[in-house]
């Protein structure tokens, strides 16, 4: 049974730094895509950042570019977002997915990941 299990979340302050982390169990697969989403209230699911372990690329939303940094343990089997000078417009839920393959550029689309998390609330006040 594969889980993904994020966590990390919680409130602060606008200018601040959170880390996240996705917790990876029963997923077996020689490539994989593991990717996070975010959803605020009243929006649709968006991509913000992901790595593939084919090559170890990594990529992310324009609105994040330059903020958060993607990583993972692979001893672990965690992935983290650390997320830096955070403003209100970040604020969401959280996601972490993970499907098998070779993602390119159809990384940011949530059709393509199998397994989700139950997510984790980031909330930024200004």
């Known amino acids: 049974q594969v889980q993904l299990v994020e966590s990390g979340g919680g409130l602060v302050q606008a200018g601040s730094s959170l880390r996240l982390s996705c917790g990876v169990s029963g997923f077996s697969s020689n490539y994989y895509a593991i990717g996070w989403f975010r959803q605020a209230p009243g929006k649709e699911r968006e991509a913000v950042s992901y790595?593939?372990?084919?090559?170890?690329?990594?990529d992310y939303a324009d609105s994040v570019k330059g903020r958060f940094t993607i990583s993972r343990d692979n001893a672990q089997k965690t992935v983290f977002l650390q997320m830096s000078t955070l403003k209100a417009e970040d604020t969401a839920v959280y996601y972490c997915?993970?499907?098998?393959?070779?993602?390119?550029?159809?990384?940011?689309?949530?059709?393509?990941?199998?397994?989700w998390g139950q997510g984790t609330q980031v909330t930024v006040s200004s």
């Open positions: 997915a993970v499907a098998a393959g070779t993602f390119g550029t159809t990384w940011a689309d949530p059709l393509e990941y199998e397994y």
């Open positions: 790595f593939r372990s084919f090559d170890g690329r990594t």
